[in-house]
């Protein structure tokens, strides 16, 4: 792991206000993915913003439905009493992911902004599109048993690994996210990005912006599977959720 500044933010203010000093600068929430990456020479950022005090970890009901602290934990998230009973899709996701102490440590916001990867990607004496632009994609004629078999582009053929993701896209989430004095509302269907001709961008964030939270509105899956678990029958009109 390659020597860095550590600063500690007060605020989300603060946070960004660093990172837009140092473009170069890596945000830390639970590290899960990020110290994997340092420590592999993957990532190699001069400076690490810490983002264990500014807050961000609520989770609180809606007028809507439900806002998800980006900092909250995913343990937190997939046992809240309001995500299992209004969104049992996300928290049988979440708890599907990872080990039990991934799921402490990593946080809403993390899990969104992990990496596409693939061991090639982990392994720096092998060329990568996504590591290094430009150096080609090992994974094309390499082993690739395991790798993207949609959206891939002749740049790249990793896959994204959240199992997360996969529901909150389900479920129409949004994501909003806080700039350089600004903030803006991003749809989930159009926050990770195909690797097309440039897989080393894989989320359509701007340099320095920071996750905030992940919105969701209220539909009627929790209502499905409160049905099930109570052997209920479900309306015909509720139905057509269940078409595989």
Not at 18 to 32: M, P, S
Not at 177 to 192: A, C, L, P, Y
Request: charged share 20%.
């Amino acid at each position: 792991m390659n020597p860095f500044k550590f600063i500690s933010a007060k605020d989300t203010n603060a946070a960004i206000a660093a990172h837009h000093q140092n473009n170069q600068a890596a945000f830390l929430a639970g590290g899960t993915n990020l110290m994997d990456l340092m420590k592999e020479h993957v990532a190699l950022p001069n400076e690490v913003i810490d983002l264990g005090r500014i807050g961000l970890k609520e989770i609180k009901e809606t007028a809507n439905g439900v806002s998800l602290g980006a900092l909250a934990s995913n343990t937190l998230t997939a046992n809240h009493i309001l995500v299992r009973k209004h969104f049992p899709l996300l928290s049988k996701a979440i708890l599907a992911g990872a080990s039990a102490q991934i799921r402490n440590m990593a946080t809403n916001g993390g899990n969104l902004l992990q990496r596409t990867r693939c061991s090639y990607f982990y392994d720096i004496s092998m060329p990568c599109n996504k590591r290094k632009p430009g150096s080609g994609c090992a994974a094309m004629e390499g082993f690739n048993r395991m790798h993207a078999i949609f959206g891939w582009s002749d740049q790249c053929v990793a896959v994204y690994p959240s199992d997360m993701a996969i529901a909150l896209s389900t479920l129409d989430a949004r994501i909003k996210v806080s700039g350089n004095g600004s903030q803006r509302v991003i749809e989930m269907k159009d926050f990770h990005l195909l690797p097309g001709s440039h897989p080393e961008k894989d989320n359509s964030l701007s340099s320095g912006e920071l996750i905030t939270s992940i919105e969701l509105a209220k539909n009627s899956f929790g209502k499905i599977g409160l049905m099930l678990r109570s052997g209920t029958e479900i309306p015909m009109r509720l139905r057509w959720y269940l078409l595989p």
